[in-house]
């Protein structure tokens, strides 16, 4: 697993149909999972929206938080 926090480009209103990161768009197969949290992440209060999405290129975690969306990790 390869932890990130890197910002993304989504499309989907309110699901993750596709993402682009680091210049390469990844097309979303299936939602494996979705989840909310919420908590205290760096001093602040926020509320997250997860997805566990299977694209092309293997299972990714995405995140849409305060500061919009997230690529969060890539699982192996």
């Not at 494996?32 to 290129?57: H, I, N, P, V």
Request: aromatic share 14%.
């Amino acid at each position: 697993m390869h932890l990130l926090m890197e910002p993304i480009d989504v499309a989907g209103l309110t699901t993750p149909t596709a993402f682009c990161w680091k210049g390469f768009l990844y097309e979303v197969d299936c939602v494996l999972e979705s989840w909310t949290a919420r908590g205290e992440w760096w001093g602040k209060e926020e509320r997250r929206e997860y997805f566990m999405l299977l694209t092309q290129r293997g299972v990714m975690e995405i995140f849409k938080g305060n500061e919009g969306w997230v690529l969060s990790r890539i699982v192996d």
